[in-house]
């Protein structure tokens, strides 16, 4: 078990960079596969990026790739997504979620543990 804490969320101007943190606690957060979704305004939740336990093998969306790069600092039990070059329509509350064993709907789905999520907004 392990509880996810957000933060880093803000307000930015278009084309701007923020970076969020996912903090862990409880269980060691190095065994958890970690993933970022986001939920705009009236849209559903969605799929950001994903990092792997050991191996930091990465996943990215396509209207993200090139522009967001998520990372890890175990020592610190802490993920990143470091987001860049941003949109308006980046815009949504940002959560983290954390799976220990990977399923077929890896990195997209299959995630036992939620944050209580952050807010971006991108202004125009």
């Known amino acids: 078990q392990v509880q996810l804490v957000e933060s880093g969320g803000g307000l930015v101007q278009t084309g701007g960079s923020l970076t969020l943190s996912c903090a862990a606690s409880?269980?060691?957060?190095?065994?958890?596969?970690v993933g970022w979704f986001r939920q705009a305004p009236g849209k559903e939740r969605e799929f950001v990026a994903a990092?792997?336990?050991?191996?930091?093998?990465?996943y990215y969306a396509e209207p993200v790739k090139g522009r967001f790069t998520i990372s890890r600092d175990n020592t610190k039990n802490t993920v990143y997504l470091k987001m860049n070059s941003l949109k308006p329509e980046d815009t949504g509350v940002y959560y983290c979620a954390a799976v220990l064993r990977y399923s077929s709907t890896w990195p997209r789905g299959g995630y036992d543990y939620w944050g209580q999520g952050t807010q971006v907004t991108v202004s125009p």
């Open positions: 990092i792997r336990r050991s191996t930091g093998i990465t």
């Open positions: 409880g269980r060691t957060f190095s065994t958890y596969g």
